[in-house]
């Protein structure tokens, strides 16, 4: 079997070569001084790739991005805490399921339809009525592909006691978030997707607002690994190059994360977004041009993943084994209600990634008797390219 396999799927992700190679490093332990050093340096650039200011601490943790989220809530939740979950699909429902865990109350607003985000203006209606201790948005729902605007809402919950928690486990790295003028207080994201790092780190960035918080509450409900006050001693610690120990740094992922992210920066986040965006169209606009439906509603739609819709007589499953046999992973959907797939696009892609997966569903959807041609899709694909500079 060959290795050369283009991974296409909501992550994991093809990963840069040169972060890869830095997992290989040896003789690195967690207090040595060359690791304090890059451990420092990763956590100031997480502060610049969200235009964080020096007083957002970012938290890295060994674990996945539902560590993250389970973190992100339980610091900030005492008994019989009020929580409002905007859902736009599986992840966003992911909350809901963590939280029946603990003793808060929690409410849900989810859209009129599925692919479709909940509107601003219902958010902080509910917000206004609920008196909620924190509320939640999933801002890229990686089973929708589905992007939930954060702004408006932070805007309002920004001098207020309730706390706003971002799911930006299919965003950061390739939407733009700006903590700051967003009015996030806590975000939180997996290194595996567009972050461009393999599995295995969950990030947290918390605001003034958020850190004040942590000192304030007494007896919040989160686990103790999970325990933000202890990790954000040892995040400011390696900062000022005079290691702590609460649990043993992911040293290898964190020197990969360090190397991702000088890779983001000299991209530049502005740049980095538009190229998520204009690859992002090029595939949609491909998919369309193939007589295809996209899941999200236009003025919802992600450019770090695309869900596809599929017509009756098309079987998800066969057009993504098929696309995996000829080297190409994209995913089923995550939704039983809906006949599609997904395909994510997100991190160091380019253009001719998404030009070959474009080609390989066309080749799916024409063995199955969907296409009468093939290079419609493609052609579309090319045109968008074209009119940018790939
Ligand atoms: N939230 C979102 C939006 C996700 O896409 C994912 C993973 N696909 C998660 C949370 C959970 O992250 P993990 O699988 O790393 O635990």
């Not at 610091?75 to 003793?103: A, I, Q």
């Not at 390739?174 to 997996?190: K, P, Q, R, S, W």
Request: proline content about 4%; overall charge neutral.
């Amino acid at each position: 079997m060959s290795e050369r396999r283009l991974v296409m799927v909501p992550g994991p992700i093809n990963y840069e070569p040169s972060v890869l190679r830095e997992l290989a490093v040896s003789g690195l332990d967690h207090t040595s001084p060359e690791f304090v050093e890059i451990f420092a340096d990763a956590l100031g650039k997480l502060r610049e790739i969200v235009y964080a200011g020096k007083e957002h601490q970012p938290v890295v943790i060994a674990g996945t991005g539902t560590l993250g989220m389970e973190a992100s809530v339980t610091n900030f939740l005492t008994k019989g805490s009020r929580v409002l979950v905007v859902s736009n699909g599986y992840f966003g429902d992911r909350f809901k399921e963590l939280l029946s865990r603990y003793p808060v109350k929690t409410d849900v607003l989810r859209p009129d339809t599925i692919g479709n985000g909940v509107e601003a203006s219902r958010i902080i209606e509910a917000v206004e009525k609920g008196g909620y201790d924190l509320v939640t948005l999933t801002h890229v729902d990686t089973s929708t592909g589905v992007l939930q605007p954060i702004r408006e809402v932070g805007k309002k919950l920004r001098n207020t006691g309730t706390i706003l928690v971002v799911d930006g486990v299919c965003s950061v790295g390739g939407e733009e978030i700006n903590l700051v003028e967003d009015g996030v207080d806590v975000l939180f994201t997996g290194s595996q997707k567009a972050l461009g790092v393999p599995p295995g780190l969950a990030i947290i960035w918390l605001s003034p607002k958020a850190l004040e918080k942590l000192k304030e509450l007494k007896e919040p409900l989160s686990p103790y690994y999970m325990d933000l006050k202890k990790w954000v001693e040892v995040m400011r610690s390696y900062e000022e190059k005079k290691p702590v120990y609460f649990g043993t740094p992911a040293v290898n992922l964190v020197v990969a994360l360090r190397k991702s992210l000088e890779l983001i920066l000299r991209e530049g986040m502005e740049n980095r977004v538009r190229r998520h965006m204009v690859l992002s169209e090029a595939f949609r606009e491909a998919m369309k041009a193939l007589g295809l439906g996209i899941l999200a509603s236009e003025k919802y739609t992600a450019h770090t993943i695309t869900a596809v819709k599929l017509p009756g007589g098309i079987d998800a499953g066969t057009l993504v084994s098929f696309a995996r046999s000829a080297g190409v992973a994209i995913a089923r959907g995550l939704l039983k209600e809906v006949n599609y797939f997904r395909v994510g696009h997100m991190g160091p892609v380019n253009a001719n990634d998404v030009i070959a997966t474009i080609a390989v569903i066309e080749r799916a959807l024409y063995k199955q008797g969907y296409l009468s041609r093939l290079g419609d899709g493609l052609i579309r694909a090319q045109e968008v390219l074209a009119r940018h500079e790939f």
